[in-house]
T-cell receptor
Framework: RKEVEQDPGPFNVPEGATVAFNCTYS??????FFWYRQDCRKEPKLLMSVYSSGNEDGRFTAQLNRASQYISLLIRDSKLSDSATYLCVVNPGSSYKLIFGSGTRLLVRP | EPEVTQTPSHQVTQMGQEVILRCVPI?????FYWYRQILGQKVEFLVS????????KSEIFDDQFSVERPDGSNFTLKIRSTKLEDSAMYFCASSERGPGDNEQFFGPGTRLTVL
């Protein structure tokens, strides 16, 4: 089983749509969870950390289900500028490294 | 907003040559990292560095790789004898905190091409 698994997409949605991405992780001892976005040939940029209680940042909502080892990201009112690859990222608590999923590609069309 | 910087943005080298990739982490961060991303693949951890020593390294980080913090601001990755398969984007990252609570911020990357 992959350490962090994501649907590669692409998700092709119209502007204004709501879109949800899911991710599963294999290490139950993982302690920190993040969503990053990556534009083509650019660096990963931190979008938000993910907490057990769920957290929201404007149009973005992230959820964590530790029992199911499942992380989600919801984007409301999609903008053209949201087009990117969204990376699910996990930090096993005893480790310094971040473990990246392969990413889910989002295309928002006019 | 403080950011991680990296130089050069693109490095082309011949197989067997040594390369040094440079990074300036965010100034109040204490933890430094190198990752790489081969074209079309996911981002992979190479090494972390804290308190002037390697704190963790991956299987990829073999004897041909080394890291150094030569002064108070720079953090470097050296590849001693480059191979074709070292061609990738190399990202430096830094964080304020360590394991368990370490939001890492990435630099723009150095694209390494080995011919």
């Amino acid at each position: 089983r992959k350490e962090v698994e994501q649907d590669p997409g692409p998700f092709n949605v119209p502007e204004g749509a709501t879109v949800a991405f899911n991710c599963t992780y294999s290490n139950s001892a993982s302690q920190s969870f993040f969503w990053y976005r990556q534009d083509c040939r650019k660096e990963p940029k931190l979008l938000m950390s993910v907490y057990s209680s769920g957290n929201e940042d404007g149009r973005f909502t992230a959820q964590l289900n530790r029992a199911s080892q499942y992380i989600s990201l919801l984007i409301r009112d999609s903008k053209l500028s949201d087009s990117a690859t969204y990376l699910c990222v996990v930090n096993p608590g005893s480790s310094y490294k971040l473990i990246f999923g392969s990413g889910t590609r989002l295309l928002v069309r006019p | 907003e403080p950011e991680v910087t990296q130089t050069p943005s693109h490095q082309v080298t011949q197989m067997g040559q040594e390369v040094i990739l440079r990074c300036v982490p965010i100034s109040n961060h204490l933890y430094f990292y190198w990752y790489r991303q081969i074209l079309g693949q996911k981002v992979e951890f190479l090494v972390s560095f804290y308190n002037n020593e390697i704190s963790e390294k991956s299987e990829i980080f073999d004897d041909q790789f080394s890291v150094e913090r030569p002064d108070g601001s720079n953090f470097t990755l050296k590849i001693r004898s480059t191979k074709l398969e070292d061609s990738a984007m190399y990202f430096c990252a830094s964080s304020e905190r360590g394991p368990g609570d370490n939001e890492q911020f990435f630099g723009p990357g150095t694209r390494l091409t080995v011919l």
